[in-house]
């Protein structure tokens, strides 16, 4: 029986992601930070697999990630200012809501609130 896995991008596109972050995800988050990557399942010349199975398990590491917040809540006035701004710039919430994950993504030094003040700044000037 073939089993089937999900490499980096099946992850990003199960995510919302490119293959980049994903791949950027593994290098910040190792085995020994404090928020560590799900190990891969599977290894085949170089390329990592993960089951399936434990997409939710990646979805959770993600969510838990700094700055990102307890999820599924009210949205903290920080991103609330910034969905405000979003859609005043024509965005719709998906869309506002993907381009924050994607700066938090590209910049892991910077928490949700102070990307939404930068972003917001940016489109005052």
Do not use: N
Request: with cysteine; glycine share 10%; charged share 30%.
């Amino acid at each position: 029986m073939t089993e089937h896995f999900l490499g980096v991008l099946g992850i990003g596109e199960a995510l919302g992601v490119s293959r980049h972050a994903v791949h950027k995800w593994r290098s910040r988050y190792p085995r020994d930070s404090r928020h560590p990557f799900p190990e891969p399942d599977v290894e085949v010349d170089g390329a990592p697999g993960w089951r399936a199975d434990r997409l939710e398990e990646i979805v959770r590491w993600r969510d838990g990630l700094p700055g990102r917040g307890a999820g599924g809540g009210r949205p903290s006035a920080a991103r609330q200012e910034y969905l405000t701004a979003a859609a005043a710039r024509g965005l719709d919430r998906d869309e506002a809501v993907r381009a924050l994950v994607t700066f938090t993504e590209e910049f892991p030094e910077m928490t949700e609130p102070e990307i939404c003040a930068w972003l917001i700044e940016k489109w005052r000037r």
